[in-house]
Structures are given as C-alpha cells and as structure tokens.
C-alpha cells in the first residue's frame, strides 16, 4: 500500500517539473533590469532558488512513511521495481536511506517523470491527482 498520498506526489511532480526545466546560472543571480530585458534569466538555476527550497522543505516536512513510498513511487517508475513489487521497493528505500531523501530525489534526472509514471503503473490517473492539485 502507497504511504503516501497522490495529492502530496502530483505536489512534488509539478514543483519537480517548474525545477527541470532550470538551466546553469550564467554568473551570478540576475538583477531585476536583467529579467526586465531577458525574461529567460529567472530560468537560471540558482542556490537559493525558491522552488527548490520549497521542494526540499514539503519533502522534508513527510513523515518516514511517506518519504520511502515516495522513492519507492520514483523506483517503480524508473523501471527499478514492479508495480507488484511495492513493499519491497518501501524497504529497500528504508534500509538503504542515507541521505536526506530530498537531497536523493533532487539529485534523479527526470523525477517528475518517474513519479508520474509509477502513478500510472499503480493505477492513479495522473491528469486527475494533478487536476486536484492545481
């Protein structure tokens, strides 16, 4: 059973997308005539982006539970793990934990797309849970 609920990932699946599509900071952060005369400077990932911060705060801010079942949702879409093999993907995220579990998350290529497609492979409609989001 997911430990998690589907709100709380398409939560992190939205904010995952606003930070993928994050390009390298151009040299230092960008003044607001910058933005003025480039809209795509606020693009730049920087340090103290305000979207990962907010990441990092809501996925620190789950219980245990909830964090394991969201590296196991991430897991399952990846491929790692079936979709049948769920609690095995929960403690493996358990016993294998070393790092905060945002820092892990933040640190996987195409998160988003992982959660979604575990949602998917668990059953959830994905434009659903987001529509309730949003």
């Avoid at 998690?4 to 151009?26: G, L, M, N, Y």
Wanted: proline fraction near 4%; charged fraction near 30%; avoid cysteine.
């Amino acid at each position: 059973m997911l430990e998690i609920s589907p709100q709380k990932v398409a939560h992190v699946i939205i904010r995952a997308r606003e930070f993928d599509v994050k390009v390298a900071a151009w040299g230092g952060e960008p003044t607001a005539s910058e933005v003025e005369d480039n809209p795509e400077a606020v693009l730049e990932d920087l340090r103290d982006d305000p979207i990962v911060m907010e990441l990092i705060s809501f996925i620190d801010g789950m219980n245990v539970d909830e964090q394991e079942s969201l590296v196991a949702l991430m897991w399952i879409g990846r491929g790692t793990y079936e979709a049948t093999e769920l609690e095995e993907a929960k403690d493996t995220a358990r016993s294998e934990r070393v790092n905060a579990t945002s820092a892990y998350l933040l640190g996987v290529p195409l998160l988003a797309d992982y959660l979604e497609e575990g949602l998917e492979k668990l059953g959830f409609s994905v434009d659903d849970v987001e529509s309730d989001v949003l």
